[in-house]
């Protein structure tokens, strides 16, 4: 299992609100933030399993993809600060929790999840704002886009279902 660096929560929810208070990241904050995105396809796939209709499966299959694809930028932003970092494996990811969404996925719980998306981007976009280094800030202001083209897909399945 991949450690958590000290002062970082183990819990997810309790680990984002942490990053959200920060102005900048650190680099431990981005490989936290990698293993959270990483976790996020975890759930998004989980979703998508929860549901019957083809369409939301994909809306859905397709935001976890994006999730991965956040964490495997924030590694190229971590390289480009001279840091080498790895993904775990998911069962080396200490965010990574198994989970069954069956009969739970609602219009509720998907416009919460709707809104942290849109509260994803702007945090990316805050983050963005205050990293110097240019092809970083870019790196994070394409995660948050995208972000919130998750709440729109999310939005979508809500229309489905």
Do not use: C
Request: aromatic residues 4%; charged residues 25%.
């Amino acid at each position: 299992m991949t450690s958590i660096p000290s002062g970082y929560p183990d819990d997810q929810l309790e680990a984002f609100a942490l990053l959200a208070t920060r102005d900048k990241l650190s680099i431990d904050d981005m490989k936290i933030l990698a293993l959270l995105e990483a976790a996020g396809e975890t759930f998004y796939l989980a979703a998508a399993a929860a549901v019957d209709h083809p369409e939301a499966k994909d809306l859905l299959t397709r935001n976890g993809q994006e999730e991965r694809g956040h964490a495997h930028r924030l590694l190229k932003a971590l390289a480009l600060l001279g840091e080498d970092y790895t993904l775990p494996a998911d069962a080396d990811n200490p965010y990574v929790q198994p989970m069954d969404l069956t009969g739970i996925i609602n219009a509720d719980l998907l416009s919460i999840i709707q809104q942290s998306e849109a509260d994803g981007d702007l945090q990316y976009q805050v983050w963005a704002d205050a990293e110097s280094n240019e092809a970083v800030a870019k790196i994070l202001r394409q995660n948050g886009v995208e972000e919130t083209r998750h709440g729109e897909r999310v939005n979508q399945v809500v229309a489905l279902l």
